[in-house]
Nanobody
Framework: QVQLVESGGGLVQAGGSLRLSCAAS????????MGWYRQAPGKQRELVAT???????NYADSMKGRFTISRDNAKNTLYLQMNSLKPEDTAVYYC??????????????WGQGAQVTVSS
């Protein structure tokens, strides 16, 4: 079982920046593929960015150039640096960890979410 705890959300004006953090429990963090997803009111959850255990990153088109995903394996922490925020970035942001156990079983864990509100 992996527990994920997001922090760093809040209220920011358009054009501002925020950094989200996701602290993971356990000793297997370096093996997890990680990601950030978001869900706005009345909309489906969508991909923001992912980072593999090897450090390869992928971004949704609307976040490219504004958001940066990174990880610190020594601190068991995932980050999302968000710059040039827009009101349409307002959503609950979720941290995700997934992969395969040493026994080959898939796993998929989610944090409780962090609210990000961007005012115009």
């Amino acid at each position: 079982q992996v527990q994920l705890v997001e922090s760093g959300g809040g209220l920011v004006q358009a054009g501002g920046s925020l950094r989200l953090s996701c602290a993971a429990s356990g000793s297997s963090f370096p093996r997890h593929d990680m990601g950030w997803y978001r869900q706005a009111p009345g909309k489906q959850r969508e991909l923001v960015a992912t980072i593999t255990s090897g450090g390869d990153t992928n971004y949704a088109d609307s976040m490219k150039g504004r958001f940066t995903i990174s990880r610190d394996n020594a601190k068991n922490t995932l980050y999302l640096q968000m710059n040039s925020l827009k009101p349409e970035d307002t959503a609950v942001y979720y941290c995700n960890a997934h992969g395969y156990s040493v026994y080959g079983r898939p796993y998929d864990y989610w944090g409780q979410g962090a609210q990000v509100t961007v005012s115009s």
